[in-house]
């Protein structure tokens, strides 16, 4: 069983930064594959951004290429999304999954595990 806890939410003016945080609990968390989705009201979950097991391999969603970075310290069975440059359509709640397999995915149903989310306002 893996428990993931996000932290690093919050409200923020359009044009500012915030780095969420996602700590799992568990040994192998090295092995897996972790991603960061995120869910406006009123819509679906929606894949950001995904890691592979190294760190190599990552994956994002077009509307945040450039802007947010997915990163991973296995020491710390932790993974991270920096996102700057916010906009105010990426205030949603954030969530934090990991996958068994090692290899990253944009699909939510692939993942296994859920943290709680997380909140981000942005404002204009």
């Known amino acids: 069983q893996v428990q993931l806890v996000e932290s690093g939410g919050g409200l923020v003016q359009a044009g500012g930064s915030l780095r969420l945080s996602c700590a799992a609990s568990?040994?192998?968390?090295?092995?897996?594959?972790m991603g960061w989705f995120r869910q406006a009201p009123g819509k679906e979950r929606e894949f950001v951004a995904a890691i592979n097991w190294s760190g190599f391999s990552r994956n994002y969603v077009d509307s945040v290429k450039g802007r947010f970075t997915i990163s991973r310290d296995n020491a710390k069975n932790t993974v991270y999304l920096q996102m700057d440059s916010l906009k105010p359509e990426d205030t949603a709640v954030y969530y934090c999954?990991?996958?068994?397999?090692?290899?990253?995915?944009?699909?939510?149903?692939?993942?296994?595990?859920w943290g709680q989310g997380t909140q981000v306002t942005v404002s204009s």
């Open positions: 568990g040994r192998t968390f090295s092995s897996k594959a």
């Open positions: 999954a990991a996958r068994a397999l090692g290899v990253v995915s944009t699909t939510p149903d692939e993942y296994d595990y």
